[in-house]
T-cell receptor, first 116, second 112 residues
């Protein structure tokens, strides 16, 4: 069974631009969550989706948005990029219909975003 | 802020020694999960604990969930260089379903 796939793996963008990151969960997984990881802040939760609905949202500005498609694939978008948005963005999928966090999360390799 | 506090933030260990990392919460937790992230890698699930006082072992790793379900520990015996990485705990508080959060992590460096 294929793991969680995130594309692209690396991205360089200029301040003010926008970016879209993609995540394909493990087949059959319906819960997808996104995290921002930086050396100073650790793993910060962005949002979690289940069956195309955003169930939970972290404390990030409205420039960060996401969505989930009917095939459970998910995208996150960051508009008006700032230097501080440079980070590793991780996506994770979870099995079952349980409450997010009640089963293990399978992480993708992440997308390394650099804003210059 | 972080739902659970992890200590220590950094751990330097001599190969062959034991060490323990802790997660502490002020609220009761429904469960606790542990993940390991190797340098340059992504977090990988290690274990989940659900029951009060639960203890689980994976080879040299021993995981424990406190009796009050407010703390957890990961103990590694006879540390090896392959244990290098950052260990995260993650949990859901019993009064806030849907607030799954990761701790800040313990970064482990092993000296041969």
């Amino acid at each position: 069974k294929a793991g969680v796939t995130q594309t692209p793996r690396y991205l360089i963008k200029t301040r003010g631009q926008q970016v879209t990151l993609s995540c394909s969960p493990i087949s059959g997984h319906r819960s997808v969550s996104w995290y921002q990881q930086t050396p100073g802040q650790g793993l910060q939760f962005l949002f979690e989706y289940f069956s195309e609905t955003q169930r939970n949202k972290g404390n990030f500005p409205g420039r960060f948005s996401g969505r989930q498609f009917s095939n459970s694939r998910s995208e996150m978008n960051v508009s008006t990029l700032e230097l501080g948005d440079s980070a590793l963005y991780l996506c994770a999928s979870s099995p079952g219909q349980g409450i997010w966090g009640s089963t293990e999360a399978f992480f993708g390799q992440g997308t390394r975003l650099t804003v210059v | 802020g972080q739902q659970v506090m992890q200590i220590p933030q950094y751990q330097h260990v001599q190969e062959g020694e034991d060490f323990t990392t802790y997660c502490n919460s002020s609220t009761t937790l429904s469960n606790i999960q542990w993940y390991k992230q190797r340098p340059g890698g992504h977090p990988v699930f290690l274990i989940q604990l659900v029951k009060s006082g639960e203890v689980k072992k994976q080879k040299r790793l021993t995981f424990q969930f406190g009796e009050a379900k407010k703390n957890s520990s990961l103990h590694i015996t006879a540390t090896q260089t392959t244990d290098v990485g950052t260990y995260f705990c993650a949990s859901v508080p019993t009064d806030s379903w849907g607030k799954f959060q990761f701790g800040a992590g313990t970064q482990v460096v092993v000296t041969p």
